[in-house]
């Protein structure tokens, strides 16, 4: 594999990652504008652990993620008491709080930025992105993904049936910001270097968009949406400076004819209602033919 396309391939791990931390509290119908801030928590924390007190990597990184992840819970109780573009507000300023917070903290680095010792090969990287997406595809088949759709679609009807409206809300961001924490780490030992401008608004604007454009229907929108917004810029460099202005301009049309994401609940229905018409069919033929 050359390096090329070994260092597209990190970034798109590292972006399904991000999606992921984004989708889990949008499936409970919260809008987190400040998950650069949880990677920053989780890349900071792990390095720092294996930086000042030598733990071995494969430790450090689980921590960091929990880390985030406590850091989750404890401003997501306050914060998830807002809703709509007050809790989008909320997040955004969190998560530059965050940053500016490790900007000026100079026991890592400060502004100059942090180096990190040890070192996570692209591989370890990509089996971390895969972990990563088949926990989320066993996590949609629980009961825990019923409770957060039923959250999302209406709370005061979730409420009636038993469902702790408010428990989901926050365990969702928590279990969003230990997934951000986790690729945040991952991030930092990949790279050997981090710095608190990297984990900006942007960053976390841009994460939302993977999950909107890939939909948040099905766990498989946001690992379609990373893809897409990861490899065809990519494929489109022959077009030099033009290639950013037919991707905004394929993204725009593409939104407008399909507000509701690439995949969807029911383009799943469809692919389903097809083996078992064909098998309908061939019995019928079978029948006919006896």
Do not use: C
Not at 103 to 113: K, M, Q
Not at 261 to 288: D, H, M, V, Y
């Amino acid at each position: 594999m050359s390096g090329y396309l070994t260092g597209v391939l990190v970034v798109l791990a590292f972006n399904v990652m991000a999606a992921y931390a984004v989708y889990l509290p949008m499936a409970a119908g919260q809008l987190n504008l400040g998950i650069a801030g949880f990677m920053a928590v989780g890349a900071y924390a792990a390095a720092y652990l294996t930086n000042e007190m030598m733990w071995p990597m494969w430790m450090a990184i689980p921590i960091g993620s929990a880390a985030a992840g406590l850091v989750g819970i404890l401003i997501g109780i306050p914060v998830l008491r807002t809703h709509g573009i007050y809790l989008a507000l909320a997040t955004f300023a969190l998560g530059q709080v965050i940053a500016a917070i490790f900007l000026n903290l100079e026991v890592v680095g400060g502004a100059a930025g942090y180096p990190v010792t040890e070192f996570a090969s692209p591989y370890v990287v990509f089996a971390a992105a895969i972990g990563v997406t088949l926990f989320m595809v066993l996590l949609s088949r629980t009961r825990y993904a019923l409770y957060l759709t039923a959250v999302k679609s209406d709370p005061t009807v979730a409420d009636l049936m038993g469902i702790s409206v408010r428990g989901i809300q926050v365990s969702a961001f928590a279990l969003g910001a230990a997934v951000a924490g986790f690729g945040g780490a991952f991030y930092a030992h990949h790279y050997n270097f981090i710095e608190a401008q990297h984990f900006s608004v942007l960053l976390s604007v841009y994460t939302v968009l993977y999950v909107l454009f890939g939909g948040t229907q099905t766990v498989w929108g946001p690992l379609v949406g990373a893809a897409f917004f990861t490899l065809v810029p990519e494929l489109l460099r022959a077009s030099e400076q033009w290639r950013y202005a037919l991707f905004a301009m394929f993204i725009i049309v593409f939104m407008a004819l399909r507000p509701q994401g690439l995949i969807t609940a029911s383009l799943f229905r469809i692919f389903r209602r097809r083996p078992k018409a064909a098998a309908g069919t061939e019995a019928q033929g079978k029948g006919a033919s006896a």
